[in-house]
């Protein structure tokens, strides 16, 4: 009745049928990350104890009572437990986080139990997860790729069987290059759809999305109607869904008219052909299934100018970070408390000013213009890859080198963070050696329903879960 291959739904419903108590769902993924987390190192911080008094007292009666969950040690705050991300100065002194997260309190609401937090990169600026101060998780179809980043401690956690859905964060893919890596499902919503705060501005708002990774679509829609919602002092509200997001994913879409996006290269880096033989197998799957779909994207899509102005928005947000983390220790950093990438990011940032930042913001308001017209040009949904590469080897983003590359990579997603769109990685297929690349779907702002009708035709029609579990 503990089967880690349920997914959270299946779990919820023996808990509400009395055929498992949460103490027993708990147990189980307890036993199952004692059994496994030696190897991939998915689960920095545990509070194992604290699970299992909060399972065994009253939990909220909510859709997943009693299902086990981790969350991203990035932001995504649990009152008194670690908050590290993946940061060796904060590590160092033990920081804590003071409340819950308004994400948080709503999985807690929803009647989940945090097992833990999940491993991330140094504050998230990198496309891998392999922070000095955790060591690295590594991607469990080949122990020496990576998961991606930079949610893919929770992504390797969902993938193993460790629990059944991951809390992680999307700030330019993070939530579904991971995904792609490691043959999951990852949902990015609208922005404004699930509430970053209370500690999160209009500055990070602005790209950085909550969210979940699961093994199925029924349960990212679930719990994407269990954590939305507004809270006091939110910049801005995504537009109310016609029905339930859970409701969507049975619903039949119709025929859809879907663009894919195929091309060689992205402003220079090159896309592995395996990815795009992904992308056009899916492209047929889905005329087969009825819709309409034709090789077309958003001119906007590979603008040679976007990573600029991204990494112009973004990078001041590092600079004031490290600013706060000066002041947290009442004397300058030093530079070995940090790696090399985030000492990058903070560089970069100190250098926009405040003119320079209106002008990101300039360019910025024109690109959601440009992007958006394509979907009001007639499209429902955009077909392309999620990542140019399978999982690349551990230690790709090292070095100097490593740095600009973990930019150059950005190929796919973040577009979809500066416009707000929701977008989703869909496991799709595996290579020779078996390592599993994802498709993404995006859809118009505030249109989440049209990507979990398709993701849930898609997974009746070519069912993926359970690889690994």
């Not at 002041?327 to 560089?347: K, N, S, Y």
Request: with cysteine; hydrophobic share 40%.
């Amino acid at each position: 009745m503990t089967d880690t291959a349920l997914d959270a739904t299946a779990m919820a419903a023996l808990v509400a049928s009395g055929e498992a108590s949460p103490t027993e769902l708990v147990s189980a993924a307890i036993r199952r990350i004692e059994e496994l987390d030696g190897r991939v190192n998915a689960v920095v911080h545990r509070r194992f104890e604290q699970a299992l008094d909060e399972a065994a007292g009253p939990l909220p009666d909510g859709p997943f009572r009693g299902v086990p969950i981790v969350l991203k040690d990035l932001r995504s705050g649990s009152a008194g437990d670690p908050d590290h991300q993946g940061n060796a100065f904060l590590r160092g002194i033990d920081y804590r986080a003071a409340h819950d997260a308004n994400v948080t309190a709503a999985l807690r609401r929803a009647g989940f139990v945090v097992l833990g937090r999940t491993n991330t990169p140094e504050f998230g600026l990198v496309s891998t997860t392999e922070p000095r101060a955790t060591g690295p998780t590594r991607n469990p179809w080949d122990l020496t790729r990576s998961p991606g980043g930079s949610s893919g401690g929770s992504a390797v956690a969902v993938a193993t069987g460790m629990v059944p859905l991951a809390q992680g964060t999307d700030g330019g893919g993070s939530l579904r290059m991971p995904s792609s890596h490691c043959g999951v499902f990852g949902f990015k919503s609208s922005r404004g759809r699930v509430s970053a705060g209370p500690d999160e501005g209009d500055a990070l708002a602005a790209h950085n999305i909550y969210g979940v990774i699961t093994r199925t679509v029924r349960d990212s829609a679930a719990t994407l109607d269990a954590i939305s919602g507004y809270h006091s002092g939110d910049p801005v509200v995504a537009p109310a869904p016609s029905r339930s997001f859970l409701s969507s994913v049975s619903d039949a879409p119709g025929s859809l008219r879907i663009g894919v996006m195929l091309v060689e290269d992205v402003n220079g880096y090159a896309v592995d052909p395996r990815v795009n033989a992904v992308v056009r197998r899916t492209a047929d799957r889905l005329t087969a299934l009825g819709h309409h779909v034709e090789e077309a994207y958003p001119a906007a899509m590979t603008d040679p100018a976007y990573l600029g102005h991204w990494l112009g928005l973004l990078s001041p947000s590092v600079t004031v970070l490290m600013d706060d983390l000066a002041a947290m220790a009442g004397r300058p950093l030093r530079r070995d408390e940090f790696e090399e990438v985030t000492w990058w990011w903070a560089e970069q940032g100190a250098k926009v000013s405040a003119a320079d930042y209106v002008r990101h913001e300039t360019w910025r308001d024109d690109f959601r213009r440009r992007m958006a017209s394509w979907w009001t040009g007639g499209f429902d949904l955009l077909l392309s890859p999620v990542v140019p590469n399978p999982p690349p080897p551990l230690g790709l983003f090292d070095g100097p080198d490593g740095i600009q590359r973990s930019i150059d990579i950005l190929c796919f997603t973040p577009q979809f963070n500066t416009t707000g769109q929701p977008a989703m990685a869909v496991p799709a297929a595996r290579t020779e050696e078996g390592l599993p690349i994802g498709v993404q779907f995006a859809a118009a702002y505030g249109r989440e329903e049209t990507l979990f009708s398709l993701a849930g035709q898609l997974e009746a029609a070519h069912p993926w879960i359970g690889a690994l579990a």
